[in-house]
């Protein structure tokens, strides 16, 4: 009898069910998420497509054939042509000629490339054919001359060439370790803009550590700077840390220091470019090093730049992209450039594809980067979110003894120890998606690329308030995780300005959990009206928790780190303001990129943060992303 | 307090045969507190969510009643719901993945773009049994202690997750109509006046459905009989006749079967699974069940004990947010969860004592 | 065949040689096979990682020799090395926040004693839930936030968990060896010296064995687990304090699954799940295996979602084989 009972009783549940199946308005919320069509004309002009042959033209106003310098430039641009599967062609004058050059600049827009790269050598007077390039839909960037699209008044992409600033205080910084009395700047062209800032650098860093600094004013005169110098150390005796701002400054530098006598002991010395009497001297000690601006990164990173924006729709995050300063000191003198040497690389990663969708985009940038570039990677990670074992992996993969490493400095201090190994072992360490950079974070790795996580959601946070609202959440999926954790304060901070008071929601990795908590959370606070998810595993929850409540796109503001397929729909209906990209396939592919350049060419990362974003995504440019979500952005 | 001992002495009498009356009672008990004291917690909001959070872990708490009224457990069966999740999804909807693709190359009715509901339905249920049957084999033919087995296959099957997913993650944009059959909004409920602010959702009436028919399985049919005696004594069992390999690769293959299914219910909602999917969950059913009044050494517990665990979990959970306790924020939960599984343990025991003696 | 039935007991009387016979061919395999393995950084890596988990696996061992389980021993770790920290950074004395750290971790530990032994409940579930809670007091005074230690090393740390430079200094990359390692060989050639030679080791293994019997013979089997239970709470403390000395960060997730490392090495070392056989050698052998396949699997370049795979495959190759010679 009973168990008759159980099978009528199951029997009619499947009936009820099947029922429910039949109910109307089931899931009224839910969009159907076809892959949306309009826009994607604009998008294919702006992106392109992924796997076809690119053509680049670079156009600029001197070239190997009589200026040696321009070689170096060159060989960048063909190597990296070489090594990203694209087509470039150079036009320069055959002789100095401003006029001829932006002639050329509009010869080449008749051929209608998938990019141009140009030297701005005049802004005034290259700004017509630019904007030529520019009205014609073909992206431009600008490498070794300009001063940025804001400067020059010309909205092209971004400039690569060297920080004059960050080139000063870098090298500040450096002379400075090692302790000092009183320091000073040798500027033989007082007056000159680019000389000055370096000058300003060297000041600002020296004054972090406490030691006052002085310019110095030479001529040109080689014998009357030598007496210059000679007689400002009489009367300053003490000074001990000393800047040179080009070879035409080295030179009686070199000449002063024989004279008094003075040994690499007495002084720290380091100098702006490089001459073989600078990298003799680099050799012997006496000095510690030359800043380059790296133009073989100039040419390199042109077309690296162009291949981002046409083949994936990547923009350059900031108007002025540094190639300099790049040190050379005695070891990195020491070693020849060896551009066919096997690469090999691990990257140690906090989370990966398997768990989270950011990193499959990550994942991509370092495959796509390595395939083309011919290095070979390994990716470690810990199978769920685990620092110790985070740590323990860095640790083994010095074991390997690879040619580099990248890593997300996720902890600074939990990571130092098995950072500092490699970095012993005289590996070269990048990272790349967490961190603050060498200085923040106090472990001398060469860059970070990344964005700014405050920054981050402190622009998010004055978006999403900028409506106004009466209570902020901050759902954060893994509390503990400093990047995450800096989002969600400088989303606080934000909100905090315009008086709306906000929290963080710590949710679980466990969907369905997830959105029971944001959803008692809201049972508990019903006044919470701004919502901010870190990224497609908060997002998720977050989206099924307004299913199930039957919000509105006008009951609330939601705002997300990172895009997915998911979180593109929902700004495409309104339901999300934006989604904040910091462009992780860059940051993988920029990653292998630079250990590449590293260890193949001897070029340093000029600084140490390289940023990838922070870029906003909302309905007005999510066209131009959707093509791209998931695999490149 | 005389009085109140009598109550207990007759209420434990009356009910205490029954494995589901402890934990019962002392559900109804907290559920009173929490409708009293807990601000907010008396709506269907509140209620309806309590109960859809258990939607995925309560397949799987089902199954682990199985296992451990044998004497059994299973710590592998996170990594079923994923290979579950990973089938289901990317055959039901032909996603771009490396499953479609290798199911459509090995001549299997499906492709990117064609998804085949019933091939998905299929895979995510018996791919996940087999999994289930290889730790009952390896159980009974080694002889070594279930604990160990499924603690050595809980990494190799992850590992075979991750090669079948070949380590990326699904998320699928599509929705097809069968995806609210399984976990959608149940509208028919939600819309009476009744249940004025529910959330029910459609996995509740498959999980009840699962519910009865385990409950069923494991009290009125010989095999249920059958897994009571192997848990309770292998011995005495095998002297009755009882083939008790058998009944314990059953027991395990039944587990892996609702491991697929909370694999199915929970893609249904959230079209995404990650390689690591439900890490962990083993130990909250094993968690719920002995809430739920079961033995960690087999022999005695029943399903509906095991669902008023996990239950009573869920609305722990809620209580405590709902409470806004400040040491306690929702990612220290399972503190709450640790301190109720010991206090739970010495409750029943003592119950299940004073109903004996 | 009478030779090898001969053969399998005289190895039956030694629980450890599986797994010594097993660690010896894994290390020739990856000598052979992967570059860069004998190289002192991949060595002293392997002899440090393991160390750490190491000091509470020896307590671990003891306790599962005495039938019990401890599945709260992470969780300890991250409660223990969360008061070292945060001590440290109230401004207490190094020597003092030590002291305090180990002795919150021998409290925690005598609770699960107590629960264990007063109760009745099994182990695997009185520490389940002690596992679930302790971590709650971890997150709970840690703020669900890293603790970090900023300032100048105290000398203390360098006794904790000191590198040893001289012999690190011998080859480019620089090795990893540090205090951990001494430890952890003092912790098991301890234990496995009381273990075998005094009355209280005869007591946990007749614990183990035949609980029963050993209380007719008059051995306070409740005394024993709960000195364990003690035991393997200052172990799991300690660990996380020298782990602390070289990294001075922990995070709320710190020492999450170890209990299942832990329980896997004592299995692979030959330890019986339901007790009373098995020595402290093997499994402390046990572990040092689990980080060598960790360390080899990454110089031959495979995916590490693998070698979780590889490790449960072991484990379930250890157990059989141990299984097969041990029932005679």
Known sequence: MQQRLYLITTLLLVTVLALAACAPGGDSGQQEMAQSEEGEGAAAAEAGDADGGLSFIAVQHAECAWDSFWCTVQNGINSAADDLGVDVTILAPDEFDLDKTASLIEQAVAANPDGIMLTVTDPILFKEPIMKAIDAGIPVIAYNAGSGPIADNIPYYTYLGQDEYQGGYLGGLRLAAGGGTQGVCINQQVGHTGLDKRCAGFSDALAESGIPTEVLAIGDDPAEATTIIGDYYTANPDTDVFLTLGPNGANPFYVFVENEGLTADDITHGTFDLSEEIKANIVSGMTMFGIDQQPFLQGYGGVSTLSMIARYGILPALPVSATGPGFVDAASLASEPDPDAPVSVIAVQHAECAWDSFWCVVQNGINTASEMMGVDVTILAPDEFDLDKTASLIEQAVAANPDGIMLTVTDPILFKEPIMKAIDAGIPVIAYNAGSGPIADNIPYYTYLGQDEYQGGYLGGLRLAAGGGTQGVCINQQVGHTGLDKRCAGFVDALGESGIPAEVLAIGDDPAEAATIIGDYFTANPDTDIFLTLGPNGANPFYVFVENEGLMADDFTHGTFDLSQEINANIESGLTMFGI??????????????????????????????PTGPGFVDQGNLSVVQELAGEYR | MHWAKNL?????????????????ATFVVVLLLCLLFVPNFGSWRTISGIVTAVSISGFVTIGITFLMVAGEFDLSIGAMIAMSGYLFGAVAVGADSQITRGLGAAGLPVAEGSGNLALALILALTVPALMGLVNGLILVWTRIPSFIVTLGTRQIYRGLVWLTSGGVLLQTLGKPPIFNVFNGRFELLNNLPLFEGANFRTATVWLLAAAFLGQYLLVHTRIGNHVFAVGGNVGAATAQGIRTSRTKVLCFVFSGLMAGAAGVISFSQFRSVRVAEQAGVELTAIAASVVGGALLNGGYGSVWGALVGILMISLLRSAVILLDIPFIPADNFPAVIGATIIASVILNNYLRSRASG | MDTIVRIRHRLADASELVVLISFLLVFLFFSIRAENFLSL???????????????????????MISGEFDLSVGSILAVATFVFALSLEAGTAPLAALVLALAVSAVLGGINGLIVIRTGIPSFIATLGTMLAFRGIARAIGGADFARFTGEMPALFTGLNGEFTFINRLAVPAGSARMAIIWFLLFAVLAAVVMRNTRFGSWVYATGGSRAAAIAQGVKTKNVIAVNYIVTGLLAGFAGIVQFASRPAVDPLRGEGWELTAVAACVIGGIWLSGGYGTIVGAAVGMLLLQMVEQGLILLGVDVQLFQATIGLILILAVISNTYLSRQ
Do not use: C, E, W
């Open chain 1, 581 to 610: 990209d910091q462009q992780p396939f860059l940051q993988g592919f920029g990653g292998i990129q630079a250990l590449n350049l590293l260890v193949r060419h001897g070029i340093v990362p000029a600084l140490p943060v390289t």
């Open chain 2, 8 to 24: 207990v002495d007759s209420l434990s009498h009356r009910f205490g045969r029954s494995p589901v009356a402890g934990p019962l």
């Open chain 3, 41 to 63: 950084v991949s060595l002293t890596n392997i002899l440090t990682i393991a160390s750490i988990k190491g000091i509470f696996v020896v307590g671990v061992a003891m306790l």
